[in-house]
């Protein structure tokens, strides 16, 4: 009993509250600013013909979507195999052009979309799982809307390059650390923001 009425005064944990209420807050206020822009990146890597599932735009094998254990099978590519769409192939170069890393996450994005839908262009700049049913940008979390302005170029042209190169975090504490570089990074960010209009 004891330690439960000690959690919130523990000063680790209000420490742990107050970073989390920080990063929603932080979140709420970049979303406006990244779904405006997302529409600009859309404009930017062209328009797909609209038909294209991402599985017929990558070949086979393609790691780490390809994961053949049998000769002739691919879980990846089983319900559409690899075919030539100009169109959209034109689409998918220009997003592993725009992508800081060139690696987008393609398991994230539904790329039939990407004709009418900017957010699934957005997608392909998030973590490589675990955002595939996240629908819009204020659906997303706080590292999903970091994500996509660190992994993704154009917003070099509305940030400047030192809020997009952050200070390695300290090591000794992990969490809380990897919590503070990304308030840090944010704070970098939301003044550099502040430039912008
Ligand atoms: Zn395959
Ligand atoms: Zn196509």
Redesign the pocket.
Known sequence: MAAKNNVFTDKETINWFNASKALNVAKQGLTNFLDTQLQNVHAAVGR?????PIE??IPCPTNPYCNKKKRNYCPFHKSQKPQP?P???HVKQNIILQHRYHGPSWRNTRAENWAQDYWEIGKCFLPPDGYSHVCSVQESDFNGVISIMLNCLYFQTCLSLSCLSPPPPDKQCPLEKVIQFKIKSLMHIQYCVSFVH
């Not at 797909?48 to 294209?52: A, D, I, K």
């Open positions: 797909s013909c609209g038909n294209c017929k735009l769409c169109t959209s192939d």
